[in-house]
């Protein structure tokens, strides 16, 4: 059995994985921006960490499409780390933006 999707499927993940990416440079605008304007420690490395995860990931699923195990477990754990890392960061954020706005 085949781990690898088909073209059509891989293209449609990377344009998902790419749009992901671009959301967490969005929220680290956020961040900078809280950090700059308020004066408030905000997180920014984790936001940065997933949206070099998520650009990776797109790029994998765009232009390898053999079926490897060390490519699925590349995939696996870009998914995971980035993740890990928005969802992280952004409960951080969101209680950052909650201090300030007391």
């Known amino acids: 059995m085949s781990l690898t999707p088909p073209p059509t499927v891989a293209a449609l993940l990377a344009a998902y994985a790419a749009l992901v990416a671009g959301l967490n440079v969005f929220c680290y605008l956020i961040a900078t921006f809280y950090q700059q304007k308020f004066k408030e420690h905000s997180p920014r490395a984790g936001f940065l960490g997933a949206a070099i995860a998520g650009a990776v990931l797109a790029v994998t ?31 951080s954020l969101y209680y950052t933006m909650k201090r300030v706005r007391k």
Request: charged share 10%.
């Open 61 to 91: 699923l765009g232009l390898f499409h053999e079926d490897s195990s060390t490519l699925t477990l590349l995939r696996v754990f870009l998914v995971s780390a980035g993740g890990v890392a928005s969802a992280w960061n952004s409960v």
